[in-house]
């Protein structure tokens, strides 16, 4: 259970839906808010898709690609760290979506990078190597942490309204600081097994 826990606070972190807010919201305001909902849910569900699939095949893509649980481990643990010192220092050229004026996002950017991310991607993969056992816990924490994204994404305007840009901004930071510390710890335990070999 408590693995359980761990594993949907640091999915959610990953996928990190207050930091992904404004953006969401920049590439999403031209629609109408009707349709705005059915684009973020349908973009949400082909998000889930993939993280679903990567959590059932990411034994065998490991297997296929001849990697081993530590390499995952300690590479997962850069991205995370690389993603949480954005999160804690953003960039002003981060917020660009890549998409022109008036066009509906379609698999990129929202589901693809944004939610279903590769470091998303890896820790799936990570999690279904190391608790093969515990795949129903896994893909329950994967769907609370997915539902919360969700509820925080289709309340965008609230939370932004609540928390204003500088709320948002702190929560993001903190956020980082706590994935700092995860990800150092995901690296740790790759070189510790590692080094066990």
Same mark, same amino acid.
């Given at each position: ?36 909902r ?26 296929? @690609?001849?990697?081993? %649980?530590? %390499? ?12 949480a ?16 004026? +008036? ?13 279903? +991310?590769?470091?998303?991607?890896? %820790? ?31 309340l965008s305007?609230?939370? @932004? ?5 500088? +709320? ?30």
């Open positions: 259970m408590t693995e359980m826990i761990s594993a949907t606070i640091l999915l959610l972190l990953i996928m990190d839906p207050l930091g992904n807010l404004p953006i969401f919201m920049s590439v999403l305001k031209h629609l109408e808010p009707k349709r705005r059915v684009v973020l849910i349908r973009e949400m569900l082909i998000a889930l898709a993939i993280m679903l699939l990567f959590l059932f095949a990411g034994e065998k893509i490991l297997a296929f @690609l001849n990697l081993r %649980t530590e %390499t995952v481990s300690i590479s997962g643990g850069i991205i995370l760290f690389l993603i010192i954005k999160m804690i220092f953003p960039s002003s050229e981060s917020s660009s979506t890549g998409l022109s004026v +008036g066009e509906e996002p379609f698999l990129v950017p929202l589901a693809i990078p944004l939610v279903a +991310g590769p470091s998303l991607l890896a %820790t799936l993969m990570l999690l279904s190597h190391q608790y093969p056992q515990q795949m129903t816990h896994l893909v329950g924490a994967l769907l609370i942490a997915w539902g919360a994204t969700v509820i925080i994404l289709l305007g609230l939370f @932004l309204r609540l928390l204003g840009d500088k +709320g948002v901004n702190a929560l993001e930071r903190l956020m980082g600081l706590i994935l700092i510390m995860l990800a150092t710890q995901m690296f740790l335990d790759g070189i510790r097994a590692y080094l066990k070999i």
